[in-house]
Structures are given as structure tokens and as C-alpha cells.
T-cell receptor, first 113, second 118 residues
Framework: DGGITQSPKYLFRKEGQNVTLSCEQN?????MYWYRQDPGQGLRLIYY???????QKGDIAEGYSVSREKKESFPLTVTSAQKNPTAFYLC????????????FGPGTRLTVT | AQKVTQAQTEISVVEKEDVTLDCVYE???????LFWYKQPPSGELVFLIR????DEQNEISGRYSWNFQKSTSSFNFTITASQVVDSAVYFC??????WGAGSYQLTFGKGTKLSVIP
């Protein structure tokens, strides 16, 4: 079945460690996105990519990094510079253009202590 | 100012009641798109509907209906005869040109948590 996979579902890390969240899609979508969701908040865009080897910062990119070496993969690294990394992270993909809905993965809940 | 405002943070209804979720948006663009997504307790967002700025026709899909009014910049969502399975957080989102030629940015409201009580 086509879709987006994120792994792991739950992730625990110690403060000061970098951690990488996986996102893979087999929908053949050009665009991929990372969002962060905090309790009672909407989704905020961290990074997006419209093509392989290219990506742009979203509204809250500080403390995060991404890569897009393959069309189907868009991993997100939460670095130690991110002051409040504990959150729910959602990956999405879509065809290019604003009229298309984004398809979301199941999310990764990151807890940093 | 928020681009997408969902003033209702939480709503509780008894099963079989009708419920309307409000969404007000703000944009200067003439071409834009509006979306509703459902987020059940599992966490994954599920797409419900898309509407473009040139199509003000209301839409009905089973127990769901949407009322798009450009005059009031609103895109409200009504669930008729609510069921326990409708319990979720519902997000309204606005897609408007932003990042450059052919690029759009999707902005989400903060969501409305709907609880349907049996």
C-alpha cells in the first residue's frame, strides 16, 4: 500500500544528544514536509523540500537539520541546539502545488530528558 | 494576527447531536485553498476536504458538510448526528502562495478537540 512511514513511534533521548527521525514515502510525491506539534497547538512547519538535494526552512527551523538525498526519504535531525525538542513530529508529502492535500505519516513522539 | 483561527478549543456533545466547528481565515491572495483534517487519538492527520477560493459551493459527504463563505472568510464544518468515532482534533488549514513561483505554504489553525459522549 502507498503511504508514509515514520519510525520509531516513540523516541527517548537524553539532553545534549542529536537524534534523527526517519520519514519515507512511496507515493512518488515531489514535496515533503516536517511539522512539529505541541499540546494544544496547531502544526508548525520546520522544513520542506520540493526536490531532491534541495530544502527550505520553515517557520521554526532553528535547532533542526534535514537532508533529501532520495525522493522518497526526508530524515529530520533534532540537534542539541534545539531548546525544547520534546514534541510530536509529523512528516508529510504531496505533489507540487498548493491545491493538493498533504498526506501525513503516523508521527514520532520525541521525549528529551 | 493568526491566519487561521479556530476559536473553539474544545467542544463536547452527546452522541447524535449535530455540531459545527468554526474556521476563520485571513489572506490577501485571490487564489488559495482551504482544508480540513482530522487527527484521531492515534495522531495521524487524515485529510477530509479541500476547497479552492473560486468555489463557494457547500459540500456534503455523508454526515459531514462544509460551508464556505468568502464574504466572512469562513469555512465551517458540520457533523450531523455525531458518533463516538468522530471524537478527534479537527484542524482547518489555509494554503496560499508564499515561497516563490508555484510554491504554497500551508498554515494550520490550532485545532478544535471534539469529544462525543455516548
Amino acid at each position: 500500500d502507498g503511504g508514509i512511514t515514520q519510525s520509531p513511534k516513540y523516541l527517548f533521548r537524553k539532553e545534549g544528544q542529536n537524534v534523527t527521525l526517519s520519514c519515507e514515502q512511496n507515493l512518488n510525491h515531489d514535496a515533503m514536509y516536517w511539522y512539529r506539534q505541541d499540546p494544544g497547538q496547531g502544526l508548525r512547519l520546520i522544513y520542506y523540500s520540493q526536490i531532491v538535494n534541495d530544502f527550505q526552512k520553515g517557520d521554526i527551523a532553528e535547532g533542526y537539520s534535514v537532508s533529501r538525498e532520495k525522493k522518497e526519504s526526508f530524515p529530520l535531525t533534532v540537534t542539541s541546539a534545539q531548546k525544547n525538542p520534546t514534541a510530536f513530529y509529523l512528516c508529510a508529502s504531496s505533489p507540487l502545488g498548493g491545491s493538493y492535500e498533504q498526506y501525513f505519516g503516523p508521527g514520532t513522539r520525541l521525549t528529551v530528558t | 494576527a493568526q491566519k487561521v483561527t479556530q476559536a473553539q478549543t474544545e467542544i463536547s456533545v452527546v452522541e447524535k447531536e449535530d455540531v459545527t466547528l468554526d474556521c476563520v481565515y485571513e489572506t490577501r491572495d485571490t487564489t488559495y485553498y482551504l482544508f480540513w483534517y482530522k487527527q484521531p487519538p492515534s495522531g495521524e492527520l487524515v485529510f477530509l476536504i479541500r476547497r479552492n477560493s473560486f468555489d463557494e459551493q457547500n459540500e456534503i459527504s455523508g454526515r459531514y458538510s462544509w460551508n464556505f463563505q468568502k464574504s466572512t472568510s469562513s469555512f465551517n464544518f458540520t457533523i450531523t448526528a455525531s458518533q463516538v468515532v468522530d471524537s478527534a482534533v479537527y484542524f482547518c488549514a489555509l494554503s496560499e502562495p508564499s515561497w516563490g513561483a508555484g510554491s504554497y505554504q500551508l498554515t494550520f489553525g490550532k485545532g478544535t478537540k471534539l469529544s462525543v459522549i455516548p
